[in-house]
């Protein structure tokens, strides 16, 4: 065990998938020189070369058109998208090609890519520099979708993604990069995909978040005389039903926390399956605290968009006097 | 850096008119070579002209014409060496032939059945890419990486005269010149996207001076004549090969027939100008070529029809012996590791089908 912050998770599995498999390499706008904008691949131009880490045109769609490409002259290429909101043009080849092409193959051809970015506001950055695009992600066939909340679950996520023979997409929370530190194991560390993270028990109400909302539940659960428990759900495709559907049925209370807009988020796909799934053991409505149905806003008012404690205690306390 | 040719204006030209324009020759081509190009054009144009009739007839779906644009893709994968990788759009549905992929399964594609999916990897063909342009950083990836690997294997994309227009096709045309990735963007420029005109989708005098843009060469050859374009792909694919890039080829032609069988273009086409077109299509202009060399005689162009045909016709044969596809094929291929939500759907549905 070593103590890094989230960021520097991110880099420690670089640095050890890149050592251990030949064939992954990694590539997007100022990941090698500059070690990326948050500096998550800091250190593999230098140790793996400018082929194993390669400093891209600007050109987001292009990124990951050609590492369709390379995935079919055997590489496992990581994609960086240097922000969240600046991610958008590569949606063309992920909902045209990249979740369709191991389908339109009958399954002969495997793209082992990874595409990760920085989401979620609280950063006080310019506009765009800021949004939870998850639900954009999640609903394309074909792509698996993780967002670590945790050093160690950084590190462990993003090798499970670089190792997994399907695509799948990392958003990492920005907020937390360099203001979250923790225990995260040496070497290699995987966290499998499709598994939730049971973050602490209680028996009152459970609250259901992923990323950056994981850390807000907790400081929700300690302002709460309530019994609080918190569920991370880690990856949200493939979705680990059993324990979304355990930790609802143990209190019956369930509030989502999800900072990207209302409608049709992640959230309601949560709050759809507690409600076909779920209805003998809820004792109270399903409540969402999330994000407005707006753009999301500059910074000097993002804390009026953004859940926060004082939303999540409203909402438990209504759903715990339902 | 690579070195910026100006497009060249004038197409390039290999075959004569039999009148004032003489005939040349590509060295390097045998007598058998030349023939075994004409195999190669009446496969195709078989493959087109009785997929119209298998759409008349109900036996496929909607599908994209490519009557007069054979020579375009048989003279420049005729260029290209077994390993390397041809990304096909739609227009170039049925070029795996060229590569030994059984015909029956172009048509199972255009019968939308799964039974159309196939193994890139068996013919070092992709998939057929139905988005325009969106390919192209698939090639420009593909020779990136064999160049990573060490490996000396070229890509070739085909795209049309619109795709120009789309992000897509400039960002990997960008991308496989900064990485000089051994690739040939081919044009073929048919004048029309459905019923966009030429000069209503670039302001560009050719579309072969984009290539100035991404610092490679670009050339124009005249996509009617089969060899001229062989010869053009084999110059770049002799670049791609040195390491020197990708280089565009604009190859020209005149989209004779209906974009696709959904398409009606006598709404925007002048059907004169059509039929002055089809005067000069290109397996007429290469089978007369042959004949002025007396490499062709009537009874071997109609043996090699023939044999054309009767793959057609064990094609459609096998395309049509295919089962319905099992509902459990919508679940099998998405995934390596299907999730476990894809059981308990094909199970009910299953239950619901009573199948």
């Not at chain 2, 420049?76 to 759009?89: M, N, T």
């Amino acid at each position: 065990m070593h103590e890094l912050t989230l960021v520097e998770a991110i880099n420690d599995a670089f640095h050890v998938e890149l050592d251990r498999d030949p064939d992954v390499m990694v590539m997007g706008e100022d990941v090698g020189r500059a070690g990326g904008v948050f500096r998550a691949t800091a250190g593999l131009r230098d140790r793996f070369g400018p082929e194993r880490c390669v400093d891209t045109p600007l050109a987001e769609a292009g990124i990951l058109g050609s590492a369709v490409g390379l995935c079919m002259a055997g590489w496992r290429p990581v994609c960086e998208m240097q922000y969240d909101a600046f991610s958008y043009p590569c949606l063309d080849q992920l909902i045209t090609h990249v979740g369709r092409y191991r389908w339109r193959t009958g399954g002969k051809m495997a793209f082992p890519l990874v595409v990760r970015m920085p989401y979620g506001g609280g950063v006080r950055a310019p506009e765009l520099h800021d949004d939870s695009p998850e639900a954009y992600y999640v609903h394309t066939p074909g792509v698996k979708v993780a967002i670590p909340s945790t050093p160690a679950d950084a590190k462990g996520l993003l090798t499970a993604a670089i190792r997994d023979p399907d695509p799948v997409v990392v958003l990492e929370p920005k907020l937390h990069y360099r203001t979250m530190r923790g225990e995260v194991p040496e070497g290699e560390h995987v966290v499998p995909l499709g598994e939730a993270r049971v973050v602490r028990e209680g028996h009152d109400v459970t609250l259901v978040a992923y990323g950056a909302m994981v850390p807000l539940a907790e400081a929700a659960a300690d302002a709460l005389e309530a019994s609080v428990e918190i569920l991370d759900i880690r990856t949200l495709k493939p979705l680990d039903e059993d324990a979304l559907l355990a930790a609802a049925a143990k209190t019956g209370r369930v509030v989502i926390i999800q900072e990207a807009p209302r409608t049709a988020g992640y959230g309601a796909e949560l709050a759809a399956i507690l409600a076909e799934k779920a209805m003998l053991d809820l004792r109270a409505p399903v409540v969402r605290v999330t994000g407005y149905d707006v753009p999301y806003p500059y910074w000097q008012i993002e804390d009026a968009y953004m859940p926060s404690v004082e939303r999540v205690v409203d909402a438990v306390q209504k759903v715990l006097e339902f | 850096m690579a070195q910026v040719l100006p497009a060249e204006r004038d197409l390039r030209r290999v075959i004569g008119d039999g009148e004032a324009v003489p005939d040349g020759e590509v060295e390097g081509l045998s007598e058998d070579d030349l023939l075994e190009l004409h195999r190669w054009l009446v496969r195709l144009r078989a493959y087109d002209e009785r997929s119209l009739v298998y759409h008349r007839q109900g036996r496929i779906g909607t599908y994209a014409i490519f009557w007069n644009h054979e020579a375009m893709q048989a003279g420049s994968v005729y260029a290209l060496d077994r390993e390397d990788w041809i990304f096909p759009s739609y227009r170039e549905s049925a070029i795996g032939l060229l590569r030994g992929m059984p015909v029956s399964t172009v048509l199972s594609w255009w019968r939308g059945h799964p039974a159309g999916w196939w193994n890139p990897l068996d013919f070092n063909v992709a998939s057929i890419c139905v988005p325009i342009g969106t390919h192209v950083p698939h090639a420009a990836g593909l020779a990136w990486g064999k160049k990573l690997r060490g490996e000396s294997t070229c890509a070739i994309a085909y795209f049309g005269d619109g795709a120009t227009s789309e992000g897509s096709f400039h960002e990997g045309a960008n991308f496989a010149a900064v990485m000089r990735a051994p690739v040939v963007l081919f044009c073929n420029n048919n004048q029309w996207a459905i019923s966009t005109p030429l000069e209503a989708q670039t302001a560009a005098e050719t579309l072969a001076d984009k290539a100035v843009g991404y610092g490679i060469p670009g050339v124009r050859v005249d996509g009617a004549d089969v060899l001229a374009v062989y010869e053009a792909t084999r110059e770049a694919v002799a670049r791609a090969r040195a390491g020197e890039g990708p280089t565009f080829i604009e190859a020209v032609t005149y989209r004779s027939a209906p974009h696709a069988t959904a398409d009606d273009p006598s709404a925007y086409i002048d059907p004169a100008r059509v039929e002055e077109e089809k005067e000069r299509e290109c397996l007429g202009r290469y089978e007369a070529y042959l004949r002025r060399l007396g490499l062709l005689s009537d009874e071997a162009a109609e043996a090699v029809r023939a044999e054309a045909l009767e793959r057609m016709r064990e094609g459609i044969a096998a395309a049509e012996a295919e089962p319905p596809p099992d509902p459990s094929l919508l679940f099998s291929h998405a995934y390596a590791e299907p999730p476990a939500s894809f059981e308990s759907d094909l199970a009910e549905l299953r239950r619901v089908l009573g199948a």
